[in-house]
């Protein structure tokens, strides 16, 4: 067992103490050191066995001293009869008695060490639990900041707009969406209201919602209207929901929009679509039942008509044979190749001997996407022994795109027209032979009349009166105005028998000629005629295109107003009637119901003060129209006319 330092310390101080003492005063003075010295370790030590030890010890010197210093006399040992004694005893009871206290102060000291160490610990931990929830305090702080930064950066990029309202309807977030929607900044949204941010009438909608939602703690969805700062306005799905707080208390809104306008629009433009199906869709049950019964008639027309329709697809096979069309080749429809048709059907062409080839066929041209118009072919087969001329015209079949998916061809049977026709070309051979003739022969006589009457005028007028002259005068203008007229109608028959032009023909060059014949009668009325280049190439038979515009500038030089020279321009014409020539006059006009009448033979709009036989524009359209082309008159603006001749 070890023994305390300070024991060890005490036992030394009180040893030394007692030698000094026993030296100086002796044996009864250095033992009240050593009776001391327990009660000193005890309440300085708070240790009692130690305290017991030292006592003992000290007993057993108080002891032995007494033994050796025992009376004179030399009575036996009796320590506790002596001072000693009367030490000992009070040492043990004084020990004893304080023994309790010095028990009590170390257990007091003991427990205040403990509590000393115990508060210790509870400072420190105290100190930690204090830094720990400063750490917690700050990462909590932290985690709310990255919490709100993470909140808004989700929000500020959602497709949608975020705002909430306290419980006053107040403004306190909006996200970055709604802001750019809006067209406002922070500040202008922020602790405002609807009624500050909104005409009354919206903002009164927008409040029930907000009231209901508190109210009620549900969710509220609905679409409303929006007005933008610049007055547009917006269809906006809303979505909004109660905010509450740690005690589930509401503490205000927040509102999801979403705008909708394009799908509203959307909506509202599908369901007039829907309206526009429907209707459509009867209107296409109207037109399919419309379309039977076109189909019904079509059909009933097809199987009526007179005139044949055959119809093929690309591949040449048949699709529709008419009946007519089965009558008029006298086959119907075969599975014939298209090569095989000539042969099969017996078609030749108009000569009657030379057989059509397959490609040249009008049905053929149509499925290959040409147009034919009057192409005469001859039909004899063992079903048309007596054979059959006719009449095909043909036409490609398209689809919406335009591409050819067969071909139509529709013919008639025109041999007894044929026949007809070739009648009247005979007689009117023998007309216009007639004609010719008559009025060759009439000339002979009648210029015979004319010329003995101006010879009797000449050399016996003299002898005559005045009214005898003027039956001689009115002879002689009558046979000039009937040598006229049987000239004019001599020029028709011959526009009659002129064939089809078969070159191109320079305009300017006819109406040199034209303007050269005429040039007497223009230089005698002192007659201005323009002609406005460039003129159009006419594909026209020179001699009869000269004669039409030499009387169209001889009616303009005959046909002015009183005391006013002729004023004529001539110039080129392209229109949907063809290409043609223009004399426009400054004359005295045409009336609107004579511009037809003027162009049939021997009609006038003036009489017979002004020569002429009637004829002169009735052989222009004559001419004009066997050259395929027209001849017509409107009026000029400024006064006059304007004479068009096409061909």
């Not at 009590?104 to 000291?109: K, W």
């Not at 034919?372 to 048309?384: F, I, S």
């Amino acid at each position: 067992m070890r023994l305390p330092r300070s024991l060890l310390i005490s036992a030394i101080v009180a040893l030394a103490v007692f030698l000094l003492d026993y030296r100086i005063r002796g044996m009864g003075s250095a033992e009240s050191v050593l009776y001391l010295w327990p009660l000193w370790v005890a309440a300085r030590t708070g240790d009692l066995r130690w305290a017991l030890r030292i006592a003992a010890v000290v007993s057993v010197l108080t002891v032995a001293g007494a033994f050796f210093e025992r009376p004179a006399n030399g009575v036996g040992f009796e320590p506790f009869q002596s001072v000693r004694g009367f030490v000992l005893l009070s040492i043990w009871g004084t020990v004893l008695a304080v023994l309790p206290l010095i028990e009590a102060r170390r257990q007091l000291l003991d427990s205040e060490a403990k509590l000393r160490e115990e508060t210790d610990v509870q400072r420190q931990e105290l100190v930690q639990v204090r830094q720990e929830k400063s750490a917690l305090e700050i990462e909590a702080e932290q985690a709310l900041r990255d919490s709100e930064a993470l909140y808004h950066s989700l929000v500020d990029h959602l497709p949608l707009s975020v705002l909430r309202k306290d419980r006053q309807f107040r403004y306190t977030f909006a996200n970055k969406r709604y802001l750019e929607f809006a067209g406002r900044d922070q500040a202008d949204v922020l602790e405002k209201t609807d009624f500050d941010l909104f005409p009354e009438h919206l903002a009164r909608e927008y409040r029930r919602g907000d009231e209901q939602v508190l109210a009620t703690g549900r969710l509220f969805e609905n679409i409303e209207s929006y007005q933008r700062p610049d007055g547009e306005v917006r269809w906006i799905q809303v979505l909004k929901s109660p905010i509450y707080d740690a005690q589930h208390e509401a503490i205000g809104t927040q509102i999801l929009l979403s705008d909708v306008t394009d799908r509203q629009r959307a909506e509202e433009a599908l369901a007039r679509s829907k309206q526009q199906l429907e209707e459509r869709n009867r209107e296409l049950q109207q037109s399919q039942l419309e379309l039977q019964r076109q189909t019904e008639i079509l059909e009933s027309i097809l199987q009526s008509i007179a005139d044949g329709v055959v119809v093929a697809d690309e591949r040449g096979e048949f699709l529709l044979w008419n009946p007519a069309a089965q009558r008029i080749i006298g086959l119907g429809a075969t599975d014939t190749p298209r090569d095989a048709w000539p042969a099969v059907y017996g078609l030749f062409q108009a000569d009657r001997v030379t057989p059509f080839s397959a490609e040249s066929l009008p049905l053929a041209r149509a499925i290959r996407g040409e147009t034919v118009e009057n192409c005469e072919l001859y039909v004899r087969n063992p079903e048309r022994a007596e054979g059959a001329m006719i009449s095909v015209n043909g036409m490609p079949l398209r689809d919406r795109d335009g591409g050819v998916r067969g071909g139509v061809v529709v013919f008639r049977d025109v041999t007894e027209l044929k026949a007809a026709e070739a009648e009247i070309r005979a007689k009117n051979a023998d007309l216009e032979t007639l004609l010719y003739v008559t009025s060759h022969d009439l000339r002979e006589p009648l210029r015979a009349i004319e010329n003995f009457s101006k010879l009797v005028v000449e050399r016996y007028a003299d002898r005559l009166d005045e009214k005898g002259r003027d039956f001689l005068n009115r002879v002689v203008r009558a046979a000039g105005r009937l040598d006229r007229l049987l000239q004019d109608v001599l020029t028709l028959s011959r526009v009659q028998r002129t064939t089809c032009p078969d070159a191109d023909i320079d305009s300017e060059e006819i109406v040199a000629d034209a303007l050269r014949q005429l040039e007497p009668r223009i230089r005698e009325t002192s007659g201005i005629v323009r002609v406005i280049r460039p003129l159009p190439a006419l594909h026209a038979d020179r001699r009869w295109a000269t004669q039409a515009v030499y009387n169209l500038v001889s009616n303009a030089i005959k046909y002015t107003r009183a005391a006013e020279p002729p004023d004529i321009e001539i110039a080129g014409y392209e229109g949907a009637e063809g290409v043609g020539l223009v004399v426009r006059d400054r004359g005295m006009g045409v009336p609107p119901e004579y511009s037809e009448r003027i162009f049939q033979l021997f009609q006038r709009v003036v009489g017979r003060e002004v020569e002429g036989t009637g004829a002169g524009l009735a052989i222009v359209r004559r001419v004009a129209e066997r050259h395929g082309g027209k001849a017509w008159v409107w009026p000029r603006a400024g006064g006059g006319s304007e004479f068009v001749v096409t061909f």
